[in-house]
Nanobody, 124 residues
Framework: QVQLEESGGGLVQAGDSLSLSCVASGRTVSTYAMGWFRQAPGKEREFVAALSRSGGSTDYADSVKGRFTISRDNAKNTVFLQMVSLKPADTAVYYC?????????????????WGQGTQVTVSS
């Protein structure tokens, strides 16, 4: 079983950049497919980005494609989400998640372990 802890959220202005980190403990991140999701007030949790277990494939929501990058540092047992050109629509709580049953998945049901989330607020 793996425990996930996100950090790096904050309040930024539109157009700024932010980098989120997800530190894993208990198991190595290379054991799992990893994903980032977000949830805005009053909305359902939505997929943002995913990284395959092998680390060789990624997938992104259309709304963040070209602006967000998911990556993994095996030595630090950490997954990152680098965000540039942030928009007010990116405001949400961002969650890191790990999936043990799939090589790569973009659905919330595909993920078995979740962090507590970190707030990202983008002002206009």
């Amino acid at each position: 079983q793996v425990q996930l802890e996100e950090s790096g959220g904050g309040l930024v202005q539109a157009g700024d950049s932010l980098s989120l980190s997800c530190v894993a403990s208990g198991r190595t991140v290379s054991t799992y497919a990893m994903g980032w999701f977000r949830q805005a007030p009053g909305k359902e949790r939505e997929f943002v980005a995913a990284l395959s277990r092998s680390g060789g494939s990624t997938d992104y929501a259309d709304s963040v494609k070209g602006r967000f990058t998911i990556s993994r540092d095996n030595a630090k047992n950490t997954v990152f989400l680098q965000m540039v050109s942030l928009k007010p629509a990116d405001t949400a709580v961002y969650y890191c998640a790990a999936a043990s049953r799939y090589e790569l998945t973009i659905t919330t049901k595909g993920y078995d372990y979740w962090g507590q989330g970190t707030q990202v607020t983008v002002s206009s």
